[in-house]
Each structure stands twice: as structure tokens, then as C-alpha cells.
């Protein structure tokens, strides 16, 4: 699994803004937290997703941009930014390979686990909490982002 310090696989993957999303490019314009999070619409994913959403101007303004992922498709995706009012963009990992880069594709890559990451703009991990069933640590640790001082570029 990746850890703090290593380096970030890139990847591309469809998006719910219609463009395909590269994260070296996402770098390119300043620091990244990715979420990964099993399925669209579940309780605790949907627990999460809002949690992000209430937290999104604070990381905003802490210099990050978030996108979160799952190995839903775009139209799943699309009526959960619409029903949840999520002002963020979703990735579609349909065959789990970006969650399999990042050590999170889960037990026997069902679904990808709860995992976050804050990437530096040279594209290191400045920080990561795995936690399955629970969204209070990753909560935290966007609570904490104004707090690890400004992005490293």
C-alpha cells in the first residue's frame, strides 16, 4: 500500500465533468486529496461523500482539490454529486486498476477500501488514513490539512 513519502502512481480515469483526469496534470496546478471509497449510495459511502462535501471549502482554502473514486461508473457517479450536491469530481475505477496501484483494491478487489491521500504537487504522499468502516479518521485528517501547513511543491 502506498504510504506517506512514496511516490503517487499516476493514472487517468473518466470523470464526472466529462474530461478524463490525469493526476500528473492535477499536480501541475497544485496539491490533490484523493478518496477512494467502495460503492455510490451505500450508507457509510454516502456518509463520507457528505463529509467531504461540508469539509470542501476548508480544503479548498488549505491550497488542495479533492476527487474521490470508486469503481462505480459516470452515470452512478453523476446522481450521487446530484443527489448529495457534491461539489467535487468523481473518478470511475470500473476495473479497480488505480485502486489496485494504491494498495487499496480491497479483499479479493471487490470494491476498493475507504482510503485518503494528500499529494504533494512533486506528487509525494504527505499523508494517508485507511479506514474501512469508519469516516471520522478521514474526516480528521481534513480537519488537520490547515494544519500541515502549506502544500510542499
Known amino acids: 500500500m502506498i504510504d506517506a513519502g512514496d511516490t503517487a502512481p499516476d493514472f487517468t480515469l473518466e470523470s464526472t465533468t466529462g474530461q478524463p483526469v490525469t493526476l500528473s496534470n492535477q499536480l501541475g496546478i497544485g496539491p490533490v486529496v484523493l478518496y477512494f471509497y467502495p460503492h455510490d449510495f451505500t450508507p457509510v459511502c454516502t456518509a463520507q461523500a457528505c463529509m467531504v462535501r461540508d469539509r470542501h471549502a476548508d480544503v479548498l482554502a488549505a491550497g488542495y482539490r479533492i476527487f474521490g473514486i470508486s469503481a462505480q461508473g459516470l452515470g452512478s457517479h453523476g446522481k450521487f454529486i446530484r443527489r448529495h450536491a457534491l461539489p467535487f469530481t468523481l473518478l470511475a475505477d ?5 485502486a489496485r496501484g494504491y494498495g487499496v483494491a480491497g479483499p ?9 491521500f494528500v499529494i504533494n504537487q512533486d506528487g509525494t504522499v504527505r499523508e494517508r488514513v485507511v479506514s474501512d468502516f469508519r ?3 478521514h474526516r480528521d485528517l481534513l480537519e488537520r490539512l490547515a494544519d500541515l501547513g502549506p502544500p510542499v511543491s
Request: no cysteine.
Open 94 to 98: 470500473p476495473d479497480k486498476r488505480v
Open 108 to 116: 479479493l478487489a471487490l470494491f476498493p477500501r475507504r482510503a485518503t
Open 135 to 137: 469516516v471520522a479518521p
